[in-house]
């Protein structure tokens, strides 16, 4: 299958400070790239939808401000977490879809990275 | 909206058994596709299997299958000849609409497989 590479996969930030967290996809080009949040013991939660060359699409509740993403390239979308709090503390993981759109539209996801914020 | 339910929180398997991980779906799209990932500790999604509202066969791949039965609304996980690496969260998912109209994927609860020796 195809890989996507996400990095770092375990970062520890001082509040106040920001993250930038990478996703690339390393065999295929992804026009489109999701970044979930998911809480210990929970399900996946999406929090944006990345396309590359514009505006990232934020689902409801999910503060764009606070969350910056930008889709640079086919291969690239960064998510930034600014001005991080405790509260941010969380599982990351983003996901990348294939371009062209195939039949199955499979989204291929990254390692995930854990933020600890203090 | 679609919603996915699986209502095993946690299972259990011998090692070498089969076991079934359930999914149940709801939708109102005539065409659709279901998913299974799997999860292990270290927190990666890996993509295990894919099912379309059109395929006619349910899918297979390797020791994975997928017990589609469209009348039901279920598409649930089989895992044959299970291993002790096959230990792990498992997420059924399903094709939905963002808020801006493009595809997500909308994922259930999950189940935690654990593999006995």
């Known amino acids: 299958g195809a890989v996507v590479s996400q990095h770092p996969s375990w970062v520890i930030c001082k509040s106040g400070t920001s993250v930038k967290i990478e996703c690339r996809s390393l065999d295929f080009q992804a026009t489109t790239m999701f970044w979930y949040r998911q809480f210990p013991k929970q399900s996946l939660m999406l929090m944006a939808t990345s396309n590359e060359g514009s505006k990232a699409t934020y689902e409801q509740g999910v503060e764009k401000d606070k969350f910056l993403i930008n889709h640079a390239s086919l291969t690239l979308s960064t998510l930034t977490v600014t001005s991080a709090h405790p509260e941010d503390s969380s599982f990351y993981i983003c996901?990348?879809?294939?371009?062209?759109?195939?039949?199955?539209?499979?989204?291929?996801f990254g390692a995930g990275t854990r933020l600890s914020v203090l | 909206a679609q919603k996915i339910t699986q209502t095993q929180p946690g299972m259990f398997v011998q090692e070498k058994e089969a076991v079934t991980l359930d999914c149940t779906y709801d939708t109102s799209d005539q065409s659709y596709g279901l998913f299974w990932y799997k999860q292990p500790s270290s927190g990666e999604m890996i993509f295990l299997i894919y099912q379309g509202s059109y395929d006619e066969q349910n899918a297979t791949e390797g020791r994975y299958s997928l017990n589609f039965q469209k009348a039901r609304k279920s598409a649930n996980l089989v895992i044959s000849a299970s291993q002790l690496g096959d230990s792990a969260m498992y997420f059924c998912a399903m094709r939905g609409l963002t808020q801006g109209g493009s595809e997500k994927l909308v994922f259930g609860k999950g189940t935690k497989l654990t593999v006995n020796p």
């Open positions: 996901s990348a879809r294939e371009t062209p759109l195939a039949t199955k539209n499979i989204q291929y």
